[in-house]
Antibody, heavy 120, light 108 residues
Framework: EVQLVESGGGLVQPGRSLRLSCVAS????????MHWVRQVPGKGLEWVSF????????DYADSVKGRFTISRDNAKNSLYLQMNSLRPEDSALYYC?????????????WGQGTLVTVSS | EIVLTQSPGTLSLSPGERATLSCRAS???????LAWYQHKPGQAPRLLIY???SRATDIPDRFSGSGSGTDFTLTISRLEPEDFAVYYC?????????FGGGTKVEIK
């Protein structure tokens, strides 16, 4: 059974940093690109970032480019999102998501999410 | 980036009725790379449909997708009690992938 378990969320002041983690199981993690997607409570979904299976290709939404860094450790079946210079508008539920096929940005498994709140 | 507009915002229907949800793109979606998700409070989103009309694994055949270009539709032929949720469309033909604002299907 595929499982994605996020952690690392919490309450943080504007301008501070937070590191999210996602541990994957039930599939061959190193065979897949991975993504982060977020949802502001009560609002829609927003794609945040992508990393290829071997970390050679990375991409970000314009809203987080230059502030967030995605990474992965295939030996630990883990995905990370380092979030710096956090803003109130970054407050959201952050999901890690597995693509249906590695080359596609459509997601067949999602974690339960980890909540990030940016507030003074 | 491609903007997806979903309508209606809320659909009030009774179990057993047919639901028709619309997703319109600001420009043509390449290769019909459009997906639909179901999202319930406190749960992870669930992939229903991809490439416009292909059902994901274990999705009942009462869910169907259609469309191409800029206009796409998700149809639920007969609503079951567990189908009341928010539904999102998503395009993955152009970078960045983008989501619509959602349609809430609520019990009338």
């Amino acid at each position: 059974e595929v499982q994605l378990v996020e952690s690392g969320g919490g309450l943080v002041q504007p301008g501070r940093s937070l590191r999210l983690s996602c541990v994957a199981s039930g599939f061959i993690f190193e065979d897949y690109a991975m993504h982060w997607v977020r949802q502001v409570p009560g609002k829609g979904l927003e794609w945040v970032s992508f990393i290829s299976w071997n970390s050679n290709r990375i991409d970000y939404a314009d809203s987080v480019k230059g502030r967030f860094t995605i990474s992965r450790d295939n030996a630990k079946n883990s995905l990370y999102l380092q979030m710096n210079s956090l803003r109130p508008e970054d407050s959201a539920l952050y999901y890690c998501a597995k693509p249906l096929h590695s080359g596609w940005e459509v997601f067949d498994y999602w974690g339960q999410g980890t909540l990030v709140t940016v507030s003074s | 980036e491609i903007v997806l507009t979903q309508s209606p915002g809320t659909l009030s229907l009774s179990p057993g009725e047919r639901a028709t949800l619309s997703c319109r793109a600001s420009q043509s979606v390449s290769s019909s790379y459009l997906a639909w998700y179901q999202h319930k409070p406190g749960q992870a989103p669930r992939l229903l449909i991809y490439v416009a009309s292909s059902r994901a694994t274990d999705i009942p055949d009462r869910f169907s997708g259609s469309g191409s270009g800029t206009d796409f539709t998700l149809t639920i032929s007969r609503l079951e009690p567990e189908d009341f949720a928010v539904y999102y469309c998503q395009q993955f033909g152009s970078s960045p992938p983008t989501f619509g604002g959602g349609t809430k299907v609520e019990i009338k």
